[in-house]
């Protein structure tokens, strides 16, 4: 790679993690270590394998049908009553007793990847299409 002037923002990462993760003489510890409390995980360490990773790759047909009797997929179809969850982030949030979820909504249409188009009661669709994992069943 060429030194020069224009690209320096590529290189910020690098130096950056480079600073972070020597051991300085004063404190004998890196300083990620004194701001975070744990030490930092390099780069070459992630690519090493898990043994969650392993043990999760060598499972066999018996121990997956098992799991697979545990789950339950999330199923949505036209017309069903939902609730959707709020985000921590929203201005509606004021406090640790607050709902997690909102509304009664209909299902407009329910698309096979998980994608809903919501309407409220007065029958006015929402303003963003929502994932599937972020409403529930609505049972009245």
């Given at each position: 790679?060429?030194?020069?002037?224009?690209?320096?923002?590529?290189?910020?990462?690098?130096?950056?993690?480079?600073?972070?993760?020597?051991?300085?003489t004063?404190?004998?510890?890196?300083?990620?270590s004194?701001?975070?409390?744990?030490?930092?995980?390099?780069?070459?360490e992630?690519?090493?394998?898990?043994?969650?990773?392993?043990?999760?790759?060598?499972?066999?047909?018996?121990?997956?049908?098992?799991?697979d009797?545990?789950?339950?997929?999330?199923?949505?179809?036209?017309?069903?009553?939902?609730?959707?969850?709020?985000?921590?982030?929203?201005?509606?949030r004021k406090?640790?007793?607050?709902?997690?979820?909102?509304?009664?909504?209909?299902v407009?249409?329910?698309?096979?990847?998980?994608?809903?188009?919501?309407?409220?009661?007065e029958?006015?669709?929402?303003?963003?299409?929502?994932n599937?994992d972020?409403?529930?069943?609505?049972?009245?």
């Amino acid at each position: 790679m060429v030194v020069n002037y224009i690209d320096w923002h590529e290189m910020l990462p690098y130096t950056l993690h480079k600073y972070l993760t020597s051991i300085r003489t004063s404190t004998k510890a890196t300083t990620y270590s004194l701001v975070y409390g744990m030490e930092v995980v390099l780069p070459v360490e992630i690519e090493i394998p898990s043994l969650r990773v392993v043990v999760e790759a060598e499972l066999g047909d018996t121990d997956w049908r098992a799991f697979d009797k545990r789950t339950c997929p999330r199923t949505f179809h036209e017309g069903d009553l939902v609730l959707k969850k709020l985000f921590p982030t929203s201005k509606d949030r004021k406090g640790k007793w607050t709902p997690n979820y909102e509304g009664s909504y209909i299902v407009k249409w329910a698309f096979s990847r998980g994608a809903l188009i919501l309407t409220n009661l007065e029958d006015q669709d929402l303003k963003h299409p929502f994932n599937a994992d972020l409403v529930k069943k609505f049972y009245p």
